[in-house]
């Protein structure tokens, strides 16, 4: 298959490797050229622009941060949608908002063009390593279309529905999901140690009895070992989704207060963060916010919020 994969960093990296070695036409493109250079060493070619990689492609992947990134390399000029054929696919991996989602399958669907969201589930090793589950959604016979690569990079694909915008509602759901078990997590192993009961031992005991799931093996044995750096996922991006989820849920009158309480935490340990790494008052845009943090201070690689003793080790695994 010819494939054009654009964006890059901890994921998009690895999961157009696992394209390439399924020895499909991959020609990447990212904002930053030097790491789509570093992918030639793989037999990928390399575009220079979005609409480079286009033109001659049957599919057209973007694994991009955020929507304005997405929204640029499709709907902006000589973007994704100018440039591919019609009958081309083009599959949305990346974690966006339901609202673009939507813009995205009507603004294709005038071109003749199909369009799938299929966002994944999984850390940069799990993508290193082909390990990603992926969700689904758009109509059936793209999806059939796309399955070989799909298959590249996961063992395995849930399809959600004919409506992309649905599996954007999971992967955010889910990621909303994530974050509740890393507070929970966070929390709890504080609270242990406060007792000075051995986190290890505790973290054992809960993820060999009622807590075995994946999720809480890998984030209690992050928190427990303190293992923040290099981190796995940025924390603007974790503020970004735990966002989305909200304003999806604004759109259909779900109340969601967990997630709310989520946001409030990470938008604290954002700005403490800040004044840590760079010794100087966060943007505006963060002081706008309304949130107070008063003296929050740096334990280790945890922060402590001491007005409400709450934990927030998400700083430390988002980065």
């Not at 622009?49 to 990134?69: H, R, Y």
Request: glycine share 8%; with cysteine.
């Amino acid at each position: 298959m010819k494939i054009a994969f654009y964006g890059l960093g901890n994921m998009g990296s690895h999961m157009a490797r696992s394209l390439l070695r399924a020895r499909h036409d991959v020609t990447v493109w990212n904002r930053t050229y030097s790491k789509a250079e570093e992918l030639r060493a793989d037999n990928a070619k390399v575009a220079k622009s979005v609409a480079e990689g286009t033109c001659e492609a049957e599919i057209a992947v973007t694994m991009l941060a955020d929507d304005q990134a997405v929204a640029a390399a499709v709907l902006g000029p000589g973007g994704v949608a100018e440039h591919l054929a019609p009958g081309g696919v083009h599959v949305s991996m990346s974690t966006i908002s339901f609202d673009l989602s939507k813009r995205l399958a009507g603004e294709h669907a005038k071109r003749r063009q199909h369009y799938v969201s299929a966002p994944v589930f999984g850390r940069p090793e799990a993508a290193a390593a082909a390990k990603l589950f992926i969700v689904a959604a758009g109509d059936p016979a793209a999806i059939e279309r796309i399955k070989p690569l799909l298959e590249a990079v996961g063992p395995r694909t849930f399809v959600i529905g004919p409506k992309p915008e649905m599996a954007n509602v999971v992967k955010l759901s889910g990621n909303f999901l994530i974050s509740s078990v890393i507070e929970s997590l966070g929390e709890a192993i504080a609270l242990a140690r406060k007792y000075e009961i051995d986190p290890h031992q505790y973290v054992d005991f809960l993820t060999n009895t009622l807590f075995a799931a994946p999720v809480y093996k890998t984030y209690a044995g992050i928190i427990v070992d303190e293992r923040y750096q290099p981190a796995g996922f940025k924390m603007r991006l974790g503020l970004k989704d735990v966002r989305l989820v909200l304003a999806a849920a604004e759109t259909v009158d779900a109340r969601m207060p967990i997630a709310s309480l989520i946001r409030d935490n990470l938008l604290a340990a954002w700005v403490a963060g800040w004044r840590i790494w760079t010794g100087a008052p966060p943007p505006n845009s963060l002081l706008k916010c309304g949130v107070k943090v008063r003296r929050i201070v740096r334990r280790g690689t945890l922060l402590v919020n001491k007005r409400s003793t709450i934990f927030l080790p998400l700083w430390g695994i988002f980065g």
